[in-house]
């Protein structure tokens, strides 16, 4: 008897944990030129935050600008493609350059994107 309700109080831990844990958007880091001030950064990040598959739930608003390293991370909601082209496009907007995009995980380390 005892090991039956060990056995269901183990299986109850293990199906409720998919529902607790949270859902993870996929961030990324964009190298940018021409951020060096923060009515850059506020431009940039009013323009990203406008596109529809921005996660608002991360960073600032689902858009963080790193004037000093010239990057602007974002973050893409769950189940949604991420659009490179958009973002670039966003970004050339407001008069900057973006060079190069790479995923980052949930500990920020850098992976390389490719398209």
Same mark, same amino acid.
């Given at each position: /008897?005892? $090991?039956k %309700?060990?056995?269901?109080?183990?299986?109850? *831990?293990? +199906?409720a944990?998919p529902?607790?844990?949270?859902?993870?958007?996929?961030?990324?880091?964009?190298?940018?030129?021409?951020i *060096? !001030? &923060?009515? !850059?950064?506020?431009?940039?990040?009013?323009? +990203?935050? #406008?596109?529809?598959?921005i =996660?608002? %739930?991360q960073?600032?608003?689902?858009?963080?600008?790193d $004037? &000093?390293?010239?990057r602007?991370?974002?973050?893409?909601?769950?189940?949604?493609?991420?659009?490179?082209?958009a +973002?670039? =496009?966003?970004?050339?907007?407001?008069?900057?350059?973006?060079? #190069? /995009?790479?995923?980052? =995980?949930? *500990?920020a380390?850098?992976? &390389?994107?490719?398209?």
């Amino acid at each position: /008897m005892f $090991i039956k %309700t060990k056995a269901i109080a183990l299986l109850t *831990v293990l +199906l409720a944990l998919p529902a607790a844990m949270p859902a993870w958007a996929k961030n990324y880091q964009i190298n940018v030129n021409g951020i *060096v !001030c &923060e009515f !850059c950064a506020f431009g940039i990040a009013k323009k +990203l935050r #406008k596109l529809p598959f921005i =996660d608002p %739930t991360q960073f600032e608003e689902g858009v963080k600008v790193d $004037i &000093e390293n010239q990057r602007v991370y974002v973050s893409i909601r769950e189940g949604e493609a991420v659009d490179q082209e958009a +973002l670039f =496009d966003a970004i050339k907007s407001g008069g900057y350059d973006p060079i #190069k /995009m790479q995923e980052i =995980d949930e *500990v920020a380390s850098p992976a &390389e994107v490719s398209q």
